[in-house]
Nanobody, 116 residues
Framework: QVQLVESGGGLVQAGGSLRLSCAAS????????MGWYRQAPGKQRELVAK???????NYANSVKGRFTISRDGAKNTVYLQMNTLKPEDTGVYYC??????????WGQGTQVTVSS
């Protein structure tokens, strides 16, 4: 069993910053990628950022230059530093872990609300 525990969400004014954390525990042998999706009200879940093999990063075009993803391999933890937040960044942010064998785990989600 694998658990992903997210933290760091909250309410912030536009232009502010938040840092999300996602700590993975349990039966983790080899990680292919970790990252974050988000889902805004009435919209589909979208990929925000992911880090593959601990070094290769990918970002949604809408967050490039503002968000930074990083991973602490020793702690099986992934972080998302979000700067210059905009109201359109509002949503529930879900952490995911893609195992090397192909299975996928999700966190419970953390709410991020950016007020204008």
């Amino acid at each position: 069993q694998v658990q992903l525990v997210e933290s760091g969400g909250g309410l912030v004014q536009a232009g502010g910053s938040l840092r999300l954390s996602c700590a993975a525990s349990g039966n983790i042998f080899s990680i292919n990628a970790m990252g974050w999706y988000r889902q805004a009200p009435g919209k589909q879940r979208e990929l925000v950022a992911k880090i593959t093999n601990g070094v290769i990063t990918n970002y949604a075009n809408s967050v490039k230059g503002r968000f930074t993803i990083s991973r602490d391999g020793a702690k099986n933890t992934v972080y998302l530093q979000m700067n210059t937040l905009k109201p359109e960044d509002t949503g529930v942010y879900y952490c995911f872990l893609n195992h090397a064998v192909g299975s996928l785990n999700w966190g419970q989600g953390t709410q991020v609300t950016v007020s204008s």
